[in-house]
């Protein structure tokens, strides 16, 4: 009788035990995610791929007319997606602000620039960006933007 | 029910109890994890942020650094007095970046120039120019 109880006791026990670790698991997952989408947003910013360069220094800024062709998908695939899947893309906001996406034929008159998309099906989303300098090599400015990371989930 | 089958039962509920006190455990300890992001993610927009504000065109050939440094000698920018242009494109570019008017300060040496003060835990960036020092501050 004991033992039927205390076999009955440590299921329900390693039942609930079970549970948490499984939502504890899937917490850590999610946290490991956002926080290498977080370490993303600097190390984006710093490709040399986009970044800005005058003489061969760089710039903290990212360079329009090089993020209008330069696709990461072919040579960063396996960063992008080492963790979970994501939606990155650059979007400018100040001061003149024409809505609409960034290609050969619209820029600058545009200010939205895809960087990065993966095709997953997703439940939930969530959104993290950071300020970046948008530089226009035809007129010489920098105008304000975001760098957004879309977190699927 | 003999002496011996009570103690085996209240030493199973002892164990019991520390398997939910370790489940707990781990459970609070993940989540101080994801409150170190968040401060990371501000640490890095803060940054960012005045980065951008320097870098910022306003006018041909002019940034709104140019403008900070004309500022500090009390000088004008897109002939414009300095200091208001200054005062005008950050809360905008701060507004813009979805942060309230109570909620950040910017600083050139110890004037402010943000419509109001914050307090609280606060994360800064700041450069030089003109031997005074341009902070960014966040108030969280």
Sequence with gaps: MVALVFIIVLMVGLGFFFKFQMGSVQEKAETTCLLSNTVMLSSITSMPEIQCSVNGNREDCIDTSKLLVFDPSRVYQEFFNANCDQKVYFVELYPEVTNGTCTQGTYPDCNYYYFFETNADYTSKVIISTPVSLYYPLDESYKFGKLVIEVLQ | ?140
Aim: charged share 25%; glycine share 8%.
């Design chain 2, 1 to 140: 029910m003999k002496k011996g089958q009570t103690e085996i039962i209240g030493f199973m509920v002892i164990i019991l109890l520390l398997f939910f006190g370790l489940v707990f455990y781990f459970r609070f300890a993940n989540s101080a994890d994801s409150d170190l992001t968040g401060e990371a993610e501000l640490n890095l927009e803060v940054s960012n942020l005045l980065n951008v504000i320097k870098k910022q065109t306003i006018c041909e050939d002019e940034t709104l650094g140019d403008a900070i440094e004309a500022c500090v000698g009390d000088g004008f920018a897109c002939d414009e007095k300095a200091c208001d242009i200054v005062e005008r494109e950050v809360s905008e570019i701060v507004a813009l970046n979805g942060w309230e008017e109570d909620e950040y300060m910017f600083y050139i040496g110890e004037e402010l120039y943000s419509p109001n003060t914050c307090t609280g835990n606060t994360l800064a960036d700041d450069y030089t120019v003109g031997g005074m020092s341009v902070r960014l501050l966040i108030c969280y």
